[in-house]
């Protein structure tokens, strides 16, 4: 864990604030990659997920950009609500679970609202190795797009287009025309709200992308029905016990009550932190994390949100 302080603290759009975050020592943060994130301990018990927006080479300073969501489940609201200039915090290292591939001869980046904070440091890097990319950042509205000054500063600006819904027509984004006839060394990155991202990788999925070239992040699960979830049981491969998973609570939840400690963060399937291997029976996916590829191969799981398509899951614990 490393404490930090808030030193700086600023509206950048509607709902939208961004905090600074640096040692109260001075002493240089961990180094960290275009895409990575922090886990960040609030005052109350909550830990969340924060991308980190500013360019990847600086390490005097962290920036974050929050939404304050009326769906928030406390975090974002506590963020705006508390977070002043001089409040310390907890923060993990940085983890990079949205890496950019450095190497791709073309990167098309699209964020929908906050998903401009881990794009916008992608771009920082590809523009600082002189890649060549493109940028389409999707708003509501030009009061609710985050960071828009600096990305009309930039020096890659003219590679960014701007999309608002209440906009004209022509500016709109054309996902469809935007994703056509992809080439085998272009790489595509999308974080928003999960409508926005289904749209985006449903139609590069359409128009032939293979799924190790469109990368992704999400920030929240979309809700889930647990009205006809059932039991079934876990067992522990190291001691063979066998617990059992009542419909109302999840795998996470009885390793927990049962004195086992398995690393957790999101709690809805989306930051992989939980990530537990499946040595046998088939899990019912839930997460978001797992590639459609990597579920199909039922050899890992996320027991907090995942559950069980067969009696019995055997977990590597």
């Given at each position: 864990?490393?404490?930090?302080?808030?030193?700086?603290?600023?509206?950048?759009?509607?709902?939208?604030?961004?905090?600074?975050?640096?040692?109260?020592?001075?002493?240089?943060?961990?180094?960290?990659?275009?895409?990575?994130?922090?886990?960040?301990?609030?005052?109350?018990?909550?830990?969340?997920?924060?991308?980190?927006?500013?360019?990847?080479?600086?390490?005097?300073?962290?920036?974050?950009?929050?939404?304050?969501?009326?769906?928030?489940?406390?975090?974002?609201?506590?963020?705006?609500?508390?977070?002043?200039?001089?409040?310390?915090?907890?923060?993990?290292?940085?983890?990079?679970?949205?890496?950019?591939?450095?190497?791709a001869q073309r990167s098309l980046l699209f964020a929908g609202g906050i998903g401009i904070t881990p794009i916008l440091c992608m771009a920082e890097r590809l523009?600082?190795?002189?890649?060549?990319?493109?940028?389409?950042?999707?708003?509501?509205?030009?009061?609710?797009?985050?960071?828009?000054?600096?990305?009309?500063?930039?020096?890659?600006?003219?590679?960014?287009?701007?999309?608002?819904?209440?906009?004209?027509?022509?500016?709109?984004?054309?996902?469809?025309?935007?994703?056509?006839?992809?080439?085998?060394?272009?790489?595509?990155?999308?974080?928003?709200?999960?409508?926005?991202?289904?749209?985006?990788?449903?139609?590069?999925?359409?128009?032939?992308?293979?799924?190790?070239?469109?990368?992704?992040?999400?920030?929240?699960?979309?809700?889930?029905?647990?009205?006809?979830?059932?039991?079934?049981?876990?067992?522990?491969?190291?001691?063979?016990?066998?617990?059992?998973?009542?419909?109302?609570?999840?795998?996470?939840?009885?390793?927990?009550?049962?004195?086992?400690?398995?690393?957790?963060?999101?709690?809805?399937?989306?930051?992989?932190?939980?990530?537990?291997?499946?040595?046998?029976?088939?899990?019912?996916?839930?997460?978001?994390?797992?590639?459609?590829?990597?579920?199909?191969?039922?050899?890992?799981?996320?027991?907090?949100?995942?559950?069980?398509?067969?009696?019995?899951?055997?977990?590597?614990?």
């Open positions: 864990m490393i404490e930090v302080s808030v030193v700086a603290r600023h509206s950048q759009a509607q709902d939208i604030c961004s905090f600074e975050l640096a040692r109260a020592d001075g002493a240089p943060l961990p180094a960290f990659e275009a895409g990575a994130h922090i886990d960040v301990h609030l005052p109350d018990g909550l830990i969340r997920q924060y991308s980190l927006c500013n360019p990847p080479w600086e390490q005097q300073r962290y920036l974050i950009g929050v939404l304050k969501d009326p769906a928030s489940r406390g975090g974002s609201r506590a963020m705006h609500e508390q977070m002043q200039v001089g409040q310390k915090l907890a923060i993990s290292e940085p983890r990079n679970l949205f890496p950019l591939a450095e190497d523009h600082q190795l002189g890649a060549d990319f493109q940028l389409h950042y999707c708003a509501r509205s030009s009061e609710r797009a985050a960071f828009v000054e600096r990305l009309q500063a930039s020096p890659f600006a003219e590679r960014v287009q701007l999309h608002f819904d209440d906009g004209p027509a022509a500016q709109r984004l054309d996902a469809a025309a935007l994703l056509a006839k992809p080439a085998a060394d272009t790489h595509l990155y999308v974080c928003g709200p999960g409508g926005f991202m289904a749209h985006v990788l449903s139609t590069a999925k359409a128009q032939g992308w293979a799924d190790e070239r469109a990368h992704r992040e999400y920030f929240a699960a979309a809700p889930v029905s647990h009205e006809h979830d059932g039991s079934f049981a876990v067992q522990l491969v190291s001691s063979g016990q066998i617990l059992q998973i009542p419909a109302d609570k999840s795998v996470a939840a009885v390793l927990e009550a049962s004195g086992i400690v398995i690393p957790l963060s999101c709690e809805q399937g989306i930051c992989g932190t939980c990530l537990t291997r499946v040595l046998a029976g088939e899990p019912e996916h839930r997460d978001l994390f797992l590639t459609e590829a990597e579920q199909a191969q039922n050899d890992q799981f996320t027991p907090c949100c995942s559950r069980a398509k067969s009696p019995l899951l055997v977990l590597d614990l």
